[in-house]
């Protein structure tokens, strides 16, 4: 698996279940979301801004995408969760399972950033990104090409203590409804 | 990672937060439990008598062990989940990053079991087991060492479908309360 082949297999209209477990608290919250991921080209206005904004050669740059979500949390008083964000994956020239994943919105905070990206053997793509106050660990792999599962810690920005950690399981839609 | 610093770290008492997400319906399940995991000793009878079943030499086997575990759904009319199971890791002798596990008792049918290990360059500790009807795939893994992750899912017998994705957090209690 190398970042083109995991993108190439992302892209498409998503059907979401999360479940974050907030470990102080031992709380559960469950959202149902919709997920798009779209291919970006590599010479989009919002491509060229953000590898502007870590003086990135958007030339570096493999697949660009961009993520939107909208869904509902079972927490009380809970608004519609919605968002889109632009990704943009920039391979290590060097080490071809590794590499930089530049983001327009966080995961933690919600300032853009820059984690670090690399395969385990098994194909499963794991990204860190460190914040000013936390740090995200996301480990996301493909189980079969429709389904795939996404594990997110939030820790402490030392990276001992975990926050939250939240699971994914992602259903390919092959229709949109 | 091998299997002897896995099970030595996994060993202690640990408080766990599950989700299931029943796919075919958007289903979600919560789980509050309490796990122990103590080692047994290599000529404890009920690692004998496991062995025996797979006619496996226990003096091949690392660490056997016994996981019990206390806890509560969130699903109506659900009773407490109780119950508890031996374990036994039998490494491979040529690749020991990789053996089999035999399990008094499975995790998707309630029979004895016997699943194939092996661990990730990033010390993922991967399982899978073959029942009759079903098929299961775990992975678990330490974030820290009093924090571990579990992602279990449950696939129809060919392999294909995935039926639940389920996930662990689990954190290490210091004292048994």
């Not at 892209?11 to 479940?19: A, L, N, T, Y």
């Not at 079972?74 to 889109?84: I, L, R, T």
């Not at 920005?157 to 949109?176: D, H, L, M, P």
Request: with cysteine; aromatic share 10%.
């Amino acid at each position: 698996m190398d970042i083109r082949e995991f993108v190439e297999q992302s892209i498409g209209h998503w059907r979401s279940q999360r479940s974050a477990h907030h470990l102080a608290f031992g709380h559960f919250e469950a959202v149902q979301s919709e997920i798009d991921i779209t291919s970006l080209s590599i010479d989009a206005p919002e491509v060229i801004e953000l590898c502007q904004t870590y003086n990135i050669d958007p030339q570096t740059a493999v697949l660009p995408f961009r993520m939107s979500w909208e869904g509902q949390s079972d927490w009380e008083d809970s608004e519609a969760v919605k968002g889109n964000c632009v990704l943009i994956p920039v391979p290590d020239l060097e080490q071809p399972n590794r590499g930089k994943l530049l983001r327009e919105r966080g995961y933690a905070e919600e300032m853009a950033a820059v984690g670090e990206y690399y395969f385990t053997d098994d194909g499963t793509f794991v990204l860190t990104t460190s914040y000013d106050r936390a740090a995200a660990e996301e480990k996301i792999w493909f189980v079969n090409p429709n389904v795939r599962c996404r594990v997110s810690l939030i820790k402490t920005s030392a990276g001992t203590g975990v926050v939250t950690a939240s699971f994914s399981s992602e259903i390919r839609q092959t229709s949109k409804s």
